[in-house]
């Protein structure tokens, strides 16, 4: 699921690269700053929301992903050792 994913967010890049026009200089409305930090201010919170609900999961990931780095470098050492000895 994944990997198609990765494919489909690569495809849309490429396709927004590729059909992006240049920016008109012209007139901006005065509620545009407002409304910008509106709109990040709600994806702030929804982000930080994410974070604490699951920052138990995301310790236990990043502790398994150190933990499994360590335990390979951990045999490879072991294997030199062996090799040299």
Do not use: C, H
Request: avoid cysteine; hydrophobic fraction near 50%.
């Amino acid at each position: 699921m994944r990997k198609y994913f990765s494919k489909f967010a690569l495809y849309v890049l490429i396709l927004s690269l590729v059909w992006a026009q240049p920016a008109q200089a012209g007139y901006i409305d005065p509620n545009t700053g407002g409304m910008l930090f509106q709109i990040l201010a709600v994806i702030f919170s929804v982000l930080s929301g994410i974070i604490l609900i699951f920052s138990g999961r995301i310790k236990m990931i990043v502790f398994r992903v150190i933990r499994l780095l360590n335990g390979a470098k951990e045999k490879q050492q072991s294997n030199e050792e062996e090799n040299n000895g």
